[in-house]
């Protein structure tokens, strides 16, 4: 039987995503008040099969390369930008859990495949203590995204050299049940993720489900299949979907009240559609928009081949891939700055839907992984030879 095309695979997605996204949207103002998707939400992106997207084929799961992903997570922003984050969050996480070996696999997936996760890659004041069969943990792990829906989390851990008892970073896949979550989320974006800290106390951890850091963002895997060859660096392309949804919803609104008739204030023109500062702001941010996509599918294409083909692209390539998805950042920005000044004040009302997208994309955009100014510079030192590194996850 012929295997879908990237392409198929992607229109699957989305229209998997479609048939839920009324409820995804009756439940993103609840969400945000709460801070914590619906119950409703949650299990509506379970059932449409959302939370395994990351998860190996031969375990039931959808095994979605970095495209179908990158579209699918974009058109639940369209509905929900925190329901969004929360499934690309998961989906990373898988990706780095299905590259620890079959007995890691059989721990997370054995049961099924529809297993929410969440991660934090910072090892920042975790304490282990190595012990015959593994590690004892404890430690705090902040902005744990969909951790109060997460089964299990990929958590930075030290590990320790066996020869003279110095540490590396490593990452460790820790069941949700074994820590506590503490409640430290209190954001003006992205408010919906829940995105609270998780606290171990002397949890035990087998070596079987403990990585080296730097083996995996270098994309070195037990894995056989392609997604599991991808280095978290390039997975990061994903993280732009929230903001991709979020901004093409923005623009939705926008359009949709300039339809209706909006007049201009302070002007002459009787509606904001007769207004020629009016279109020309439309057709800018239509356009970055569009723009950000076009950088996004073909970083995500990139990937996605090189992966096919057990390449791991060069520094330069996945350079430029940090850097298309920091630029992606900057043009829906500024393509949203444009879309809320033709909106007028009027779109920072409460009960507007719109400003909900605004302080999400905002929020979301400042994540480390999406900053422009470091993607830049790690693609202005590749362009150079420049073999420096500025980054772990490059």
Not at 140 to 168: M, N, Q, T
Not at 187 to 214: E, N
Not at 246 to 255: G, K, P
Request: charged share 20%.
């Amino acid at each position: 039987m012929r295997e879908p095309t990237t392409s198929e695979h992607a229109l699957d997605l989305v229209a998997a995503v479609r048939a839920i996204a009324p409820v995804l949207r009756r439940g993103a103002d609840d969400a945000d008040r709460e801070g914590r998707l619906t119950p409703e939400t949650t299990r509506a992106l379970r059932n449409a099969a959302l939370f395994r997207l990351g998860v190996p084929q031969g375990l039931g799961g959808l095994e979605a390369p970095v495209r179908p992903g990158l579209e699918a997570i974009a058109e639940i922003a369209l509905a929900c930008p925190s329901s969004a984050w929360v499934v690309m969050t998961s989906y990373m996480a898988q990706q780095i859990s299905a590259s620890f070996g079959e007995e890691a696999r059989a721990d997370l997936w054995g049961d099924g495949p529809d297993v929410p996760m969440c991660g934090v890659f910072s090892s920042v004041g975790v304490h282990a203590e190595p012990v015959e069969a593994g590690l004892v943990v404890s430690g705090r792990w902040s902005w744990a995204s969909g951790c109060h829906y997460a089964e299990w989390a990929v958590l930075g851990v030290p590990l320790f050299k066996p020869d003279d008892g110095g540490s590396y970073r490593g990452l460790a896949l820790v069941r949700v049940r074994d820590l506590t979550i503490e409640a430290t989320w209190d954001m003006a974006g992205m408010r919906g993720t829940g995105s609270d800290t998780l606290v171990a106390d002397k949890v035990f951890i087998p070596y079987h489900r403990l990585r080296s850091f730097s083996d995996v963002a270098v994309g070195t895997s037990f894995a056989k299949e392609p997604l599991y060859r991808v280095p978290p660096g390039s997975m990061t392309l994903t993280s732009m979907g929230p903001l991709l949804g979020a901004a093409r919803a923005i623009l939705r609104l926008t359009m949709e009240a300039v339809e209706d008739g909006k007049p201009m204030a302070m002007s002459l023109h009787r509606r904001l559609a007769d207004s020629p500062s009016g279109q020309i702001a439309l057709a800018d941010a239509a356009t970055l928009i569009d723009s950000a996509y076009l950088l996004l599918v073909r970083s995500a294409e990139s990937v996605d081949a090189a992966a096919s083909t057990d390449v791991t692209p060069g520094l330069l390539g996945r350079a430029r891939i940090r850097m298309d998805a920091g630029h992606a950042s900057t043009c829906l920005l500024e393509a949203v700055r444009l879309l809320l000044t033709v909106s007028g004040a009027s779109s920072f009302s409460r009960a507007k839907a719109i400003q909900r997208y605004w302080r999400d994309l905002e929020t979301a955009a400042r994540h480390p992984t999406l900053n422009p100014g470091l993607a830049r510079e790690m693609y202005g030192r590749a362009l150079v030879g420049d073999q420096q590194p500025v980054s772990p996850m490059v």
